[in-house]
């Protein structure tokens, strides 16, 4: 076994990260991987010098690939010689100092308080299995801020009547729970009633159609589906209901770190970028609105 599938596999077993993310640092090496090899001839990371990876990033930006994303992949890099060097002797680290393009700091692309409100008014009252799960995971998204990733993880044991909370397996394994209010709470009890009718036997909280667990990719469809009828946005992920989530939060006024606890963020500086749309809203307020604006 190669020393980076070492890394992968120090990842899953004793780092406890989850399937997905071990995924997307496996995607991130390999990449770099294959460049070490089809330029420089080597297929051990460890042999790398910092003018190699230095080449990989000019290669990767020559691509196209945005500044954010190379620092992403660069962090998966510099994780892997980290571990080589605590546990198989690597010397020292080629990416250490190593200087990289400063990424753009987009701001998180939201839906405005009336389109959420015409799609929330769009969802249909539930018929089957299938549209009563569709509407239980929008409103949820919404309502709770959680991530895609751990609104696939929920089981159906992580909601529990009178609880008033959900709990969440968030990154790294770490438990939250989200407290649910108590409109959500009855839409809760009708998607259970359609759910436990059909998927008794599964333990997921969201079942397919073929009664598996729901997955990413399928949430991904339903969503980008759904936003497209009340905004012509080019983002239309179910990160847009977080950040859609946390924007309006902080809009009515909630606490900036209680809205980091609920989403999750292991600190504050995460959760201060909706700060920036909030301001941006109130100089578009000050400007249609102030004579002097």
Same mark, same amino acid.
């Given at each position: 076994m190669a020393v980076w599938e070492k890394y992968l596999e120090?990842?899953?077993?004793?780092?406890?990260? *989850?399937?997905?993310?071990?995924?997307?640092?496996?995607?991130?090496?390999?990449?770099?991987?294959?460049?070490? /090899?089809?330029?420089?001839?080597?297929?051990?990371?460890?042999?790398?010098?910092?003018?190699?990876?230095?080449?990989?990033?000019?290669?990767?930006?020559?691509?196209?690939?945005?500044?954010?994303?190379?620092?992403?992949?660069? /962090?998966?890099?510099? /994780?892997?010689?980290?571990y080589l060097m605590r546990f198989h002797?690597?010397?020292?680290?080629?990416?250490?100092?190593?200087?990289?393009?400063?990424?753009?700091?987009?701001?998180?692309?939201?839906?405005?308080?009336?389109?959420?409100?015409r799609l929330l008014g769009l969802l249909p009252e539930p018929v089957d299995p299938g549209t009563a799960r569709e509407r239980m995971l929008l409103t949820l998204l919404y309502s709770t801020g959680m991530r895609v990733s751990e609104l696939c993880g929920l089981d159906r044991a992580d909601v529990v009547p009178g609880r008033h909370?959900?709990?969440?397996?968030?990154?790294?394994?770490?438990?939250?729970?989200?407290?649910?209010?108590?409109?959500?709470?009855?839409?809760?009890?009708?998607?259970?009633?359609?759910?436990?009718?059909?998927?008794?036997?599964?333990?997921?909280?969201f079942v397919t159609d073929k009664g598996k667990r729901l997955y990413a990719r399928r949430v991904y469809a339903i969503v980008h589906d759904w936003l497209g009828r009340v905004t012509t946005q080019g983002r239309r992920s179910p990160h847009v209901l977080r950040h859609t989530f946390?924007?309006?939060?902080?809009?009515?006024?909630?606490?900036?770190?209680?809205?980091?606890?609920?989403?999750?963020?292991?600190?504050? *500086?995460?959760?201060q970028v909706y700060t920036h749309n909030t301001i941006d809203q109130l100089r578009k307020v000050y400007e249609q609105a102030h004579p002097r604006a």
């Open positions: 120090y990842l899953r077993d004793q780092k406890r990260y *989850a399937a997905h993310t071990v995924r997307a640092y496996q995607g991130d090496l390999l990449g770099y991987i294959e460049y070490l /090899s089809e330029v420089y001839g080597i297929d051990d990371p460890a042999q790398a010098g910092t003018e190699m990876l230095r080449s990989y990033i000019v290669r990767l930006l020559e691509d196209g690939l945005s500044r954010r994303s190379v620092h992403r992949k660069v /962090s998966a890099i510099k /994780s892997m010689y980290r002797g690597l010397g020292a680290n080629p990416a250490e100092g190593l200087v990289l393009p400063r990424p753009a700091h987009d701001l998180p692309v939201f839906l405005t308080g009336e389109a959420m409100e909370v959900v709990r969440v397996l968030g990154k790294r394994n770490k438990q939250r729970d989200i407290p649910l209010g108590a409109a959500l709470e009855t839409e809760m009890e009708r998607y259970l009633v359609w759910r436990d009718s059909v998927y008794s036997g599964e333990p997921a909280l946390a924007t309006h939060m902080l809009d009515d006024g909630a606490d900036l770190n209680a809205i980091k606890e609920i989403l999750g963020h292991s600190s504050l *500086a995460a959760t």
